[in-house]
């Protein structure tokens, strides 16, 4: 039943390593975002995704590679992981229709990465 | 560039009280305005979404304002009580969906 699903939940790696996250939903939504959440608890928007195709790309480092399979997935690799990179990493979904958003973003429960 | 600010950054209150959450934004060009409720260690609940052409939204205990002119969105809770105690955060849509957050009110509502 969950509508917007992340896994893992949570993920403790060494530095340098390669790693994904994946985001799945079933909302039926046509966007789906991810999100980074510091240790300030301050969110700020990474990537954003419609229907497969790359439409928000904020200044990240490109170690960091959103993957769209499909309009329900979104996942995040990141490569040569540093200790910078630790954080809550929140994927979103969202419904537009004719470029219009029409339904309120939906979050899920976040995955907390520690580089260490 | 959107900037979104939340004050008080902490609040402290006894079980019972009526209180505000404000949430102001520098650029009034946005297409709605959402608050969020997000537990500690837990993923973000959406709590009231309103429209840039709308005034106020109500849910419950919840009543949140918007005046797109002045920046500003308020989230005013009655009658607190200790399960709301959570950090509160208010995010500004674009058309494109992309949202800017504030960096949270965390409310603390003593039994």
């Known amino acids: 039943d969950t509508a917007v699903s992340q896994t893992p939940k949570y993920l403790v790696t060494q530095m340098g390593n390669d790693k994904s996250i994946k985001c799945e939903q079933n909302l039926g939504h046509d966007t789906m975002y991810w999100y980074k959440q510091d240790s300030k608890k301050f969110l700020k928007i990474m990537f954003s995704y419609n229907n497969k195709e790359l439409i928000i790309n904020e200044t990240v480092p490109n170690r960091f590679s959103p993957k769209s399979p499909d309009k329900a997935h979104l996942n995040l690799h990141i490569n040569s992981l540093e200790l910078g990179d630790s954080a809550v990493y929140f994927c979103a979904s969202s419904l537009h229709r004719r470029g219009r958003l029409i339904a309120e973003a939906f979050f899920g429960q976040g995955t907390r990465l520690t580089v260490v | 560039k959107q900037e979104v600010t939340q004050i008080p950054a902490a609040l402290s209150v006894p079980e019972g009280e009526n209180l505000v959450l404000n949430c102001s934004f520098t650029d009034s060009a946005i297409y709605n305005l959402q608050w969020f409720r997000q537990d500690p260690g837990k993923g973000l609940t959406s709590l009231l979404l309103?429209?840039?052409?709308?005034r106020e939204q109500t849910s419950g205990r919840l009543n949140a304002s918007l005046d797109k002119s002045s920046g500003r969105s308020t989230l005013y809770i009655a009658a607190s009580q200790p399960g709301d105690s959570a950090t509160y955060l208010c995010?500004?849509?674009?058309?494109?969906?992309?949202?800017?957050f504030g960096d949270g009110t965390t409310l603390t509502v003593k039994p």
């Open positions: 309103i429209q840039s052409s709308q």
């Open positions: 995010a500004v849509n674009t058309n494109a969906g992309k949202s800017t």
